[in-house]
């Protein structure tokens, strides 16, 4: 049973930070590709971040700001978020994909639930 479940969404103010969680059950992250996806209203989900044993990359709109780590021990991969925008606001879902690098979106093959993220004054 793979499953991965997020955490630490809210409404915070522009400026503001949030520490989001992906915690993973049924497989060892060690093996495998996690990526941070989001899908604001309107718009096509994009992905966000992505780590693996490999490395890891960021979308350019979030370089800087974001920042992707895994506690192992936990099982668990995190998105810290700083300077956060209002145009941050989006669903955020993490995505597992067996292997050492970060693959093509569509390549993934397992799918949290997704955890909302507001940012507004």
């Known amino acids: 049973q793979l499953q991965l479940v997020e955490s630490g969404g809210g409404l915070v103010q522009p400026g503001g930070s949030l520490r989001l969680s992906c915690a993973a059950s049924?497989?060892?992250?060690?093996?495998?590709?996690i990526g941070w996806f989001r899908q604001a209203p309107g718009k096509e989900r994009e992905g966000v971040s992505c780590?693996?044993?490999?490395?890891?990359n960021y979308a350019d709109s979030v370089k800087g700001r974001f920042t992707i780590s895994r506690t192992n021990a936990k099982n668990t991969v995190y998105l810290q978020m700083n300077s956060l925008k209002p145009e941050d606001t989006a669903i955020y879902y993490c995505?597992?994909?067996?292997?050492?690098?970060?693959?093509?979106?569509?390549?993934?093959?397992?799918w949290g639930q997704g955890t909302q993220v507001t940012v507004s004054s």
């Open positions: 049924g497989f060892n992250l060690d093996y495998y590709a």
């Open positions: 780590i693996s044993s490999s490395g890891g």
């Open positions: 995505a597992a994909e067996y292997g050492r690098l970060c693959p093509p979106s569509y390549k993934y093959d397992y």
